[in-house]
């Protein structure tokens, strides 16, 4: 048994034992579906509902789990795993199959980099508990989708100049397949669209996710194709 496995105190036929705990619209728990997808795991999706209620996250039973009360979560093997990024390498060092990182440690860093350029810098100033804290403290003299649509423009912008130095023409970033860049790009992309921002600024990242999203993987992970989907 590879070290890895053994280091997750796993056996290779255990990937039923995965359980995600996602809303249909978060982009973080959207990267994990995809990265469980390009890993070809099976799992079990619970439902959390960001809205209704004031929110399921928010529930004394949830916050057991998960003190932030955030989505989203893993349990795997009665182990309660938080944060998307954490999740997707704990994933990527415990099933070797679809590496979601490169070989070499330069060409991981670059797209660890990539990936918490959106984790890190454009993601946690847009998502929902921060648009509502806005609302809260600024009413209607704030307007919320400008908010966000400058913060992605600016991530936008320095992640194509990123893309646009690569020496390749390799349909993900530094790989002949899709990984973890991947996995935080396109539901990035798929929150500025749901907020009508134009993409035709970012060619690049456009045609990586438009390539993504031709994949079964992404088309599975997808927002409108969960099973919560909709729900008010």
């Known amino acids: 048994m590879p070290l890895s496995k053994k280091l997750c105190g796993m056996k290779t ?6 359980t995600l705990y996602s809303y249909w619209r978060s982009s973080a728990a959207y990267r994990v579906r995809i990265a469980l997808n390009l890993k070809g795991l099976s799992f079990r999706s619970k439902p959390v509902h960001l809205v209704r209620q004031g929110g399921e996250q928010l529930s004394e039973a949830y916050r057991v789990m998960n003190p932030q009360g955030l989505v989203p979560v893993l349990l795997h093997n009665g182990h309660v795993l938080t944060q998307s990024l954490a999740i997707c390498e704990y994933l990527d060092e415990c099933f070797e199959q679809h590496p979601l990182l490169p070989p070499d440690p330069l060409e991981r860093a670059r797209v660890r980099s990539l990936a918490l350029q ?24 704030l307007d919320t989708v400008e908010w966000m649509s400058h913060w992605m423009k600016q991530g936008f912008a320095a992640i194509e100049q990123q893309l646009n130095d690569r020496s390749d023409n390799h349909l993900a970033c530094y790989s002949e397949r899709p990984g973890l860049f991947e996995c935080f790009l396109v539901p990035q992309v798929y929150n500025a669209e ?39």
């Not at 036929?13 to 995965?18: G, Q, S, V, Y």
């Not at 992404?218 to 729900?231: I, K, M, R, V, Y």
């Open 118 to 141: 959106i984790a890190c810098e454009i993601h946690p100033i847009n998502n929902l508990r921060v648009q509502k804290y806005l609302k809260d403290q600024c009413g209607d003299t």
């Open 194 to 232: 749901r907020f009508g921002m134009d993409m035709s600024a970012f060619p690049l990242i456009y045609q990586t996710v438009t390539q993504c999203r031709g994949l079964k993987a992404f088309e599975h992970a997808a927002p409108e194709n969960q099973a919560d989907a909709g729900l008010v």
């Open 13 to 18: 036929d255990e990937t039923d034992h995965l």
